[in-house]
């Protein structure tokens, strides 16, 4: 369903009474019965999944799968699956600069993207009643799939021009990846840079930005709508080249006080965290989330502009009644200044 994504995101900021909107997908297996494997094999699957985790909870939009391997398998690289667990890239495709220049950029509908493409029109076409946000990773997050997580921190030193020619070829697809997921109906879309929060503010500024920002200018528009996710722990240092990005809105992790960060983003700007995904969602209790929910809210909701979130994607194996128990303390404390 198109909408005027401007809109919904100046309606986020003026809103008295906010709607949480947490990375909130795969705990869908749980809903669905059956495992990772299986959800992120299968379009029909994602996008019924969707559906059930709108219809049992009162989020602010629908957000597709944050799986950060689909766009590194497209490249060729190596996935290891699990029932229980997120894929995760395996190994390095390239070594040299030889490698990256025969790195060929691969069309949208390769490997699995067009599988994941194809969930988001189905469940754009089941959730009528919130935007629906398709997921991607960002430039350098996949340019650091492609060379290796560890080896891209020296070679922005050693092998610069290496890394810039990975990164246009990477920033290439994605903006494609993107205007497919735009034309099957997403509202917007999660970007993913969470190795770029690994990055001095300097080298983020060089290596993650314009790249960002490039995609950013050629995807969004009144009808989509960039959210860009970081969960490193550098994000408050680098806040002013992050949002040099001109995403429409921001997502942060819980490596930072949220608190510390909000005075740092424009007032119109809708800025989301940051609830811990794994200590609260995944391995808390309903009492404990309830605490670190409510904790953040008080801190944070004094700012007009933000939106109560999960920190980064909440684990497959997540627990619903703690999931549950997230969206009864944003009730919760919303009731409590209505009083």
């Known amino acids: 369903m198109k909408r005027d994504m401007r809109k919904w995101l100046e309606e986020q900021c003026t809103?008295?009474?906010?709607?949480?909107?947490?990375?909130?997908?795969?705990?869908?297996?749980?809903?669905l019965g059956i495992s990772v494997k299986e959800l992120i094999s299968d379009s029909d699957r994602q996008a019924e999944g969707m559906q059930l985790v709108a219809q049992r909870t009162d989020a602010a939009a629908a957000v597709s799968l944050m799986d950060l391997s689909v766009e590194a398998e497209c490249?060729?690289?190596?996935?290891?699956?699990?029932?229980?667990?997120?894929?995760?890239?395996?190994?390095?495709?390239?070594?040299?600069?030889?490698?990256?220049?025969?790195?060929?950029?691969p069309p949208v509908g390769s490997a699995r993207s067009g599988l994941y493409v194809d969930a988001i029109k189905k469940a754009a076409e089941l959730i009528m009643d919130r935007p629906v946000f398709a997921g991607a990773i960002g430039p350098f997050s996949l340019a650091a799939r492609l060379l290796d997580?560890?080896?891209?921190?020296?070679?922005?030193?050693?092998?610069?021009?290496?890394?810039?020619?990975?990164?246009?070829?990477?920033?290439?697809?994605?903006?494609?990846?993107?205007?497919?997921?735009?034309?099957?109906?997403?509202?917007?879309?999660?970007?993913?840079?969470?190795?770029?929060?690994?990055?001095?503010?300097?080298?983020?500024?060089?290596?993650?930005?314009?790249?960002?920002?490039?995609?950013?200018?050629?995807?969004?528009?009144?009808?989509f709508a960039v959210i860009y996710h970081n969960c490193g722990n550098n994000t408050i240092q680098m806040i002013d080249s992050i949002l040099e990005t001109g995403a429409a809105a921001y997502h942060f992790g819980n490596a930072i006080h949220m608190a510390q960060m909000l005075p740092h983003?424009?007032?119109?700007?809708?800025?989301?965290?940051?609830?811990?995904?794994a200590g609260e969602f995944c391995h808390g209790t309903p009492q404990s989330i309830r605490k670190a929910t409510l904790q953040v809210m008080e801190q944070c909701c004094s700012y007009p502009n933000f939106v109560i979130s999960s920190g980064c994607d909440i684990p497959p194996m997540s627990k619903w009644e703690n999931i549950d128990a997230f969206f009864a303390a944003v009730r919760e404390y919303y009731e409590g200044i209505a009083d």
């Not at 809103?15 to 809903?31: E, G």
């Not at 993913?192 to 993650?208: H, M, Q």
């Not at 983003?265 to 995904?277: E, F, L, Q, R, S």
């Open 15 to 31: 809103a008295p009474v906010k709607k949480a909107m947490p990375i909130l997908s795969f705990p869908a297996v749980q809903l």
């Open 75 to 105: 490249f060729g690289s190596t996935i290891r699956v699990s029932d229980q667990e997120v894929p995760t890239v395996t190994g390095r495709i390239v070594q040299s600069e030889e490698d990256a220049q025969a790195l060929e950029i």
């Open 149 to 223: 997580v560890t080896e891209i921190m020296v070679e922005c030193y050693d092998e610069p021009d290496m890394v810039h020619l990975v990164l246009k070829k990477a920033t290439a697809f994605l903006t494609e990846y993107c205007r497919a997921y735009r034309d099957a109906g997403a509202n917007g879309i999660v970007l993913a840079e969470p190795v770029t929060g690994l990055l001095s503010p300097a080298l983020a500024r060089e290596f993650s930005t314009p790249y960002v920002k490039r995609l950013v200018e050629a995807v969004q528009d009144d009808y």
């Open 265 to 277: 983003i424009p007032a119109g700007t809708v800025a989301m965290g940051n609830v811990d995904p």
